[in-house]
Nanobody, 117 residues
């Protein structure tokens, strides 16, 4: 059974940093992407960053230049380094593991990030 667990969220002041982790277990297939999404209260869940199996990365305009996605392939862990955080980054952050064969997504439960003074 595939299990995806996010961690590392918390409360941080504007301008601060956090590093989120996404740990996947029970993986018996090729992973195509590991993606990070976020969902603010009353808003849709948006894709903000992703990393492909061959290392290519994607960032939304809202986080490009401030967030960095990385991946430890051997451990099936992905990270999202978030710097220069802003109050508008406040959201629940979700990790999604995308299976290569059929692009099925496996989601974690999310981790809350709150940016406030």
């Amino acid at each position: 059974q595939v299990r995806v667990v996010e961690s590392g969220g918390g409360l941080v002041h504007p301008g601060g940093s956090l590093r989120l982790s996404c740990a996947a277990s029970g993986i018996n297939f090729k992973i195509k992407y590991i993606d990070w999404y976020r969902q603010a209260p009353g808003k849709e869940r948006d894709l903000i960053a992703g990393i492909a199996d061959y290392g290519s990365t994607y960032y939304s305009d809202s986080v490009r230049g401030r967030f960095t996605i990385s991946r430890d392939i051997a451990k099936n862990i992905a990270y999202l380094q978030m710097d220069m955080l802003k109050p508008e980054d406040t959201a629940v952050y979700f990790c999604a593991i995308v299976q290569a064969e059929n692009e099925q997504k496996y989601w974690g439960q999310g981790t809350q990030v709150t940016v406030s003074s």
